[in-house]
T-cell receptor
Framework: NAGVTQTPKFQVLKTGQSMTLQCAQDMNHNSMYWYRQDPGMGLRLIYYSASEGTTDKGEVPNGYNVSRLNKREFSLRLESAAPSQTSVYFC???????????????FGEGSRLTVL | RKEVEQDPGPFNVPEGATVAFNCTYSNSASQSFFWYRQDCRKEPKLLMSVYSSGNEDGRFTAQLNRASQYISLLIRDSKLSDSATYLCVVSSNTGGFKTIFGAGTRLFVKA
């Protein structure tokens, strides 16, 4: 899926360490999202960005910060990682932008993060 | 109560079987409905949108019942390649963006 690219694909952190997950999309979409996926919980929205320069909290924002660097890139930062943040993180972008919720969501391949 | 609920399964069916997945949602203002497919350790991908009139795509049929707040997915003539997790997704754009994913139903199709 060349549309949405995430890095890194795997990361192991110790409690208290910080790291940034990078996401880039080449589809010229306005909106970008960060989800986390945990067993039995489904995907939960962490933060989203409706357009360049704007970000908003989703369902589970605590412990995370985001930055919409430009239209292509949306990064997710863990300032002080905790074991509860062990999860699979997905970046996504919908066709048509935030208001067009009838559009398809394109996901990156995911980033598997383990916090020890 | 979760906003989108699915039977977690797993469903174990033989090739050629017909299998149905159900999903209920709690937000009556929901506007858009989808089924996504997620293969093991992969990202979710759109399988099909769900329309009020119901829609069919080959062996797959999706139905929506707004009165009961219920969505279904029917897979006929199951193939080995249908083995995956199926995610029910509900979106609304009232009071802010909201797309809610169900936890998914796991399907195993056996030869």
């Amino acid at each position: 899926n060349a549309g949405v690219t995430q890095t890194p694909k795997f990361q192991v952190l110790k409690t208290g360490q910080s790291m940034t997950l990078q996401c880039a999309q080449d589809m010229n979409h306005n909106s970008m999202y960060w989800y986390r996926q945990d067993p039995g919980m489904g995907l939960r929205l962490i933060y989203y960005s409706a357009s360049e320069g704007t970000t908003d909290k989703g369902e589970v924002p605590n412990g995370y910060n985001v930055s919409r660097l430009n239209k292509r890139e949306f990064s997710l930062r863990l300032e002080s990682a905790a074991p509860s943040q062990t999860s699979v993180y997905f970046c996504a972008s919908p066709r048509g932008g935030l208001a067009e919720t009838t559009g398809e969501l394109f996901f990156g391949e995911g980033s598997r993060l383990t916090v020890l | 109560r979760k906003e989108v609920e699915q039977d977690p399964g797993p469903f174990n069916v033989p090739e050629g079987a017909t299998v149905a997945f159900n999903c209920t949602y709690s937000n009556s203002a929901s506007q858009s409905f989808f089924w996504y497919r997620q293969d093991c350790r992969k990202e979710p991908k759109l399988l099909m949108s769900v329309y009020s009139s119901g829609n069919e795509d080959g062996r797959f049929t999706a139905q929506l019942n707004r009165a009961s707040q219920y969505i279904s997915l029917l897979i006929r003539d199951s193939k080995l390649s249908d083995s995956a997790t199926y995610l029910c997704v509900v979106s609304s754009n009232t009071g802010g963006f909201k797309t809610i994913f169900g936890a998914g139903t796991r399907l195993f199709v056996k030869a």
